[in-house]
């Protein structure tokens, strides 16, 4: 975004713009500020972490798959570039399925409402669960990082 710092210590981008958040209770709301994008890095990394990456090797995944926004390779305006959770888990070796379009919201097209959708049926288990996207019989983090790398391809 335009509001955004740059210089010599920013490693990766991701966006925080517009993004629905969630409250507690289920409700969402839309916010725009630099913390937005440091929740997707993070969330990321969790990803990461949790597919059993360690701790030393987990940034390097994001920076090596982040989309190179400028120059060829690491700039002072966008890093390494913007942040991408399938290319940094296939890098690590681990899969991120394929991209799962839905509209559970009705909007018309996918978007982060429908995250929020899936993230509030996290943990259901089930036959044909619609936010089941990986048809492994549970709504968990692979649903939503389906949909999101469907929204931000």
Request: proline share 5%; aromatic share 6%.
């Amino acid at each position: 975004t335009t509001w955004s710092s740059g210089g010599a210590a920013l490693d990766i981008v991701a966006p925080g713009e517009a993004i629905t958040a969630l409250l507690s209770g289920g409700c969402c709301f839309e916010r725009t500020a630099p913390g937005a994008a440091a929740a997707h890095v993070t969330g990321a990394l969790a990803l990461l972490l949790a597919a059993g990456v360690p701790p030393s090797q987990a940034p390097g995944h994001l920076f090596d798959r982040a989309r190179d926004l400028g120059p060829a390779g690491w700039d002072s305006a966008s890093g390494w570039g913007r942040l991408d959770v399938c290319a940094a888990l296939a890098d690590a070796g681990r899969g991120c399925g394929a991209n799962a379009c839905a509209d559970f919201n009705a909007s018309g097209y996918s978007d982060l409402a429908d995250v929020v959708i899936v993230l509030g049926q996290f943990g259901a288990t089930g036959s044909n669960l619609p936010w089941d996207l990986d048809d492994d019989g549970g709504v968990g983090t692979m649903d939503a990082v389906m949909l999101l790398n469907c929204i931000f391809p």
